[in-house]
């Protein structure tokens, strides 16, 4: 493995991951995603893969979890001697110092890699992410916004971005300088000097602006030239495997193209969300006129004494709706405005608990009613649900070229109810409006 591995990486979270595993994999780079460090039979499995990566929760996890956690995972990753090793963040760089602390991740990267500095990409058009002079913009609803002025980011409800300047957001979690190569330096006839000398003075993160696909392969190219001979850690969203891609592709070390089949329509499947993003919000309006029936889950009545008749109510209505022929979207909110995060939070260890009973509410589905496919809505609740399904390891099965970052997947493990599951991880902002028909009608645009 180690002599053609290109790269390996960590996801701070599960639909991260998988949007780092349908880049490669679209673009002929085989990626096997594992949901926790494999043991050799199931390493071996995919012997084959030039990229493998591990789905991880860090994003919703404190600095503390992340030294005991991030750690073994990172060493792991070092040990499998891929050219790049990548912490992979959610491309809206939503995190703080108590949650999600990009910093403190890169930190433990960095001394375990022993390098000086660490490159950070995190710019990716193909995401329509924008960094500029530092700067971090956003697409929503067809305008770029500023994040710390974005309409859904800015009011995130664990993570709300209030600063756009990515150097001035990095330094309220580390105490590492980030230096910066801005789009002046890479439109200059010597950028490669300009980018070598900045890289010489470095000794914390390196951030390269990405307004563009132009901008982006030069980016690309030039953290694949800065690549030391043992390999390297870098961090960063997707936009760092769209920037290598490029690299890789002009000097011919991957073929840049990948045929999946169609794997056709799925009579009926379920989806849980836990999201309260209003992009998801339209996509379950949108569903139930094409198919799908919405399920109002109380997310308090969840995490209280009666908790578990709640969820048996909420899978017996799920299961009526696959009995007429169906499929169920059970939702713990509508939208911001019935988020209850506020009172959620009163309890300690809310939030992982209902992305695991949500998971739980999934797996009885699939389970009972034979389902072939399956959604899961929302980054933090993927990260925790899926491990509820018995999954060890996720491949690609249709990317979604039209809209990025949350492809079809196949499901590997022991459990049989969920062997081969054709299963979905939705960020919140990911997504047409008509996606979770999209899924269910196996539709690649």
């Known amino acids: ?37 494999p043991d050799a039979a199931l390493l071996a499995r995919f012997s084959h893969v030039r990229a493998l990566g591990l789905a991880g929760t860090s994003r919703s996890e404190t600095p503390a979890w992340m030294q005991e956690k991030l750690t073994p995972a990172f060493a792991w990753l070092k040990a499998r001697g891929a050219a790049i090793c990548h912490y992979k963040v959610c491309s809206t760089f939503d995190s703080s ?31 329509k992410r924008y960094t500029a002079f530092g700067h971090l913009f956003a697409a929503y609803q067809g305008e770029v916004y500023r994040i710390d002025r974005h309409p859904v980011m800015s009011r995130h409800p664990v993570t709300p971005m209030h600063e756009a300047d990515l150097r001035r957001h990095l330094s309220g979690q580390t105490l590492l300088s980030t230096g910066l190569v801005d789009l002046a330096i890479l439109d200059l006839a010597d950028a490669d000097a300009r980018i070598d000398a900045l890289a010489a003075g470095s000794d914390g993160m390196l951030l390269f602006d990405v307004d563009s696909f132009s901008s982006q392969a030069q980016a690309g190219r030039a953290v694949w030239r800065l690549t030391p001979p043992q390999g390297w850690f870098v961090a960063g969203s997707s936009g760092v495997e769209y920037a290598l891609l490029s690299a890789w592709k002009e000097q011919g070390l991957v073929p840049g193209t990948a045929s999946f089949p169609n794997p056709g329509k799925a009579e009926r499947i379920a989806v849980v969300s836990g999201s309260v993003s209003p992009t998801t919000e339209r996509q379950i309006r949108t569903a139930t006129v094409q198919g799908f029936e919405a399920i109002a889950v109380d997310p ?22 696959l009995g007429r022929g169906l499929s169920p979207i059970l939702y713990t909110a509508l939208g911001p405005s019935a988020d209850r995060g506020g009172e959620i939070d009163r309890i300690a260890g809310s939030r992982h608990r209902l992305g695991n009973m949500l998971g739980a509410m999934l797996h009885r589905l699939v389970a009972e009613a034979r389902l072939t496919r399956a959604v899961i809505a929302g980054g933090d609740t993927s990260s925790h649900a899926l491990r509820q399904l018995d ?41 047409a409006d008509g996606y979770f028909a999209q899924i269910r009608d196996g539709l690649a645009a």
Not at 27 to 33: I, K, P, R, S
Not at 411 to 429: E, S, W
Request: hydrophobic share 45%; net charge negative; glycine share 14%.
């Open 97 to 127: 110092p108590e949650v999600g602390n990009i910093g403190t991740a890169v930190e433990i990267g960095k001394a375990l890699f022993h390098q000086p500095y660490v490159p950070l990409i995190v710019g990716a058009p193909q995401l």
């Open 300 to 321: 308090l009545g969840l995490l209280g004494e009666e908790g578990e008749r709640a969820m048996d109510a909420a899978i017996a209505a799920g299961l009526g709706v």
């Open 391 to 431: 999954v060890q390891a996720l491949t690609t099965l249709l990317p979604l070229p039209q809209t990025p970052g949350s492809p079809l997947c196949t499901a590997h493990g022991a459990n049989a109810a969920t062997n081969g599951l054709q299963i979905a991880l939705k960020g919140g902002q990911v997504g």
């Open 1 to 37: 493995m180690t002599d053609s591995l290109l790269l390996s990486y960590y996801g701070d979270d599960f639909t991260g991951s998988t949007d780092v595993m349908e880049a490669l994999a679209s673009n002929g780079v085989e990626t096997v995603l594992f949901l926790d460090i």
